[in-house]
């Protein structure tokens, strides 16, 4: 029996509720894992990240093991003076999600609970995700060469605090959009431990689902890989501009390409 014929409407009720982008097309994208086979079941496009039974946690209703690395940079600052982050196991922003496939610590089939069974570390579409821009650090949790997360954004041009660390005095002369959500950015708010999506001065950070839209949500994502702007610096809606007030072209110039994941 298939897991929405043994799970009926409560089931159905149940993801209604959830707080995910109604307007989401993760079928078909390189998000879709459904299909495979659980047992006498088979996988859901939501499966992967999210289950409405025995998940790891209560939120997000996630489903997908977690890593277990402190997640560091090479770098201690960047050129404004901002302190490289530390993305701890106790960080609640949406990045420690993405790392959780991203980082190449854990199987992209290693999830908690499919129609009861364990499902751990089988190997998927080797073809589509081993390649650039899928594993964007080290086993280790090294993300050197990767634009930093989990990290302030100097919101309304005023220094944040944001995961333990505030924007350096040099950053903010060095040009920024005072709010890049009038541009289709998702930015994020620390009150206590808590994260959640929004803005609040003197406490906004980024996050990957600042640029990137794992929903693939067609009201958002304009490029690969599922961005929330194009990769052509010639276009008005160039990513790299929707932050910052002058950008070069990250295709041409890889020393500021957002992620370098051919590490040493």
Not at 59 to 75: C, E, G, I, K, V
Not at 215 to 228: C, G, K, Q, T
């Amino acid at each position: 029996m298939s897991l929405w014929r043994a799970s009926g409407l409560g089931v159905v009720c149940w993801f209604l509720a959830l707080p995910l982008p109604a307007t989401g097309q993760v079928d078909g994208s390189k998000h879709d894992f459904s299909g495979r086979d659980a047992g006498d079941a088979r996988s859901g496009p939501c499966t992967f990240c999210h289950t409405p039974h025995h998940a790891y946690q209560t939120r997000l209703a996630w489903n997908h093991t977690l890593s277990r690395n402190t997640h560091r940079w090479t770098r201690l600052a960047s050129a404004g003076g901002t302190p490289y982050p530390t993305i701890g196991l106790n960080w609640q922003g949406p990045s420690k999600f993405c790392l959780s496939c991203h980082d190449g610590s854990v199987a992209i089939g290693d999830i908690a609970w499919f129609n009861g069974q364990a499902w751990t570390g089988r190997p998927i579409d080797p073809d589509d995700h081993d390649g650039d821009n899928v594993q964007i650090g080290t086993a280790t949790g090294n993300l050197m060469n990767n634009h930093p997360v989990a990290f302030p954004y100097p919101f309304g041009g005023l220094p944040s605090t944001y995961n333990g660390v505030t924007t350096g005095a040099g950053a903010l002369a060095s040009g920024w959009q005072p709010d890049p959500t009038a541009n289709g950015i998702r930015l994020f708010k620390q009150t206590g431990s808590a994260v959640t999506a929004g803005t609040a001065v003197g406490a906004t950070g980024i996050e990957c689902s600042s640029c990137h839209d794992p929903h693939n949500a067609p009201s958002n994502v304009e490029d690969d890989p599922f961005l929330r702007g194009s990769t052509d610096s010639r276009d008005s809606n160039y990513i790299c501009r929707k932050c910052h007030l002058a950008m070069g072209d990250y295709r041409s110039d890889d020393s500021l390409h957002p992620h370098r994941p051919r590490l040493p």
